[in-house]
């Protein structure tokens, strides 16, 4: 007998009548925290729609900023400079890291490579 394993994610995507059930057993992934650095928390977010560019979110105390995977531009945000600076340098620091999440949360959506 030989087992088959699928990701859950996959046998919703397949089966479009169950789409229902997705948020049910996906909301422990509502935010996938990826990692921190001088008190910036970084962040890919699984559940974000209509988003064109692969990006990550950094935060730092009250402010945020999203940066793009593809060209490390800032997209949007309030991050002070010396921490926009931070948050960049980590995004290129760990892309590997960052595009292989984002394709993860976002394989039907977005795929980046």
């Known amino acids: 007998m030989k087992i ?3 990701k859950f994610t996959d046998i919703i995507m397949d089966f479009g ?3 229902f059930f997705y948020p049910v057993f996906d909301l422990y992934e509502q935010r996938g925290n990826v ?5 910036i928390i970084f962040e890919i977010r699984p559940k974000e729609s209509c988003h064109n560019v ?3 979110h950094a935060k730092y105390q009250d402010k945020n900023i999203s940066i793009s995977l593809l060209d490390y531009s800032v997209l949007a945000g309030n991050l002070s400079k010396k921490q926009q600076k ?4 980590w995004t290129k620091d760990n892309i590997d890291k960052l595009k292989s999440k984002w394709n993860e949360y976002h394989q039907y959506r977005i795929p980046v490579f």
């Not at 990692?35 to 008190?39: A, F, K, S, T, V």
């Not at 931070?86 to 340098?89: E, F, K, L």
């Open 35 to 39: 990692g921190e650095r001088d008190g």
């Open 86 to 89: 931070i948050a960049i340098q």
């Open 17 to 19: 009548c169950f789409n």
């Open 54 to 56: 692969p990006h990550v």
């Open 4 to 6: 088959i394993e699928h």
